[in-house]
């Protein structure tokens, strides 16, 4: 099958999202696409209506490309890996695209947070090349449920994520869980705080009418508008929070007026809302 090159691989971006997030400089190892394909993902949601997400066949950004960018980055900085798209769906393992690029980040000393739903990121050869000095790990959870995350996601079953944030974790590394979105009647709290895990970040669920759509759920309580997306009341998000008990919680915030307060009330630091290391 003949393999799409993703041209739009480095990206920072700008808008209310650069000036909330602290690592507004995403690149994407892959994209138009991704084989996950989360019934509430933003991404698809985004180029979906416009016909450029293919989740069977995602386009694979040109390895050379990436290296006369990175090299171009000054040490020191942070890029987002799976940003926009999931940098370890499963086409990883057949193109080794975000392998390469980790060892290129290593070899001109660029930090990496990573995105993902895969468990991949913790088989033995991936760990192997993480440098704990730059490497910065988040792994998504929507539900610790097996069987209900395959009726909307077709990521690694939770399990298997759980176990590679906890290896990731035994091993030293800068890593989270990543309750994104976080969707209340899909979790179970009382699983989720007995987990042994130390850290989480949380993004509670923005849906838009493509989402609505496809990610058929109560959205009664969804009545805050903006930026083109529905949002939780700030009370609701904190009756929800309330039930996490993880050691470090911080909030990744997209509502103007919740982003102000957990930033100067609720996460640990003011400056990093990823909280990383
Ligand atoms: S893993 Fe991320 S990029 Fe991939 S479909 Fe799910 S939400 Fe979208």
Redesign the pocket.
Known sequence: MEVREFKSFYKTVGGGEGQKCKYPTRLDTYGCG?Q???K?????SLLDFRKLWNPEQPAVADIRKIERTISKIPKGSIVRLGG???CF?PCELDHRITYQTIKLLNKYEIGYLIVT?SHIIANEEYMDILDKDLAHIQITVTTLDDDKSLEY?K?SVPSKRVEAIKKLQDAGFDVAIRLSPLIPEFMDFDKLNSLGINKAIVEFLRVNHWIKKWFDIDYSKHTLKEGGYNHLPLEEKLRIIEKIKIPTISVCEDYTEHYEYWRDNFNPNKEDCCNLR
């Open positions: 991704c996950h394909d989360c509430y993902c933003y991404a698809k926009m798209t999931d769906q739903k996601e990521a």
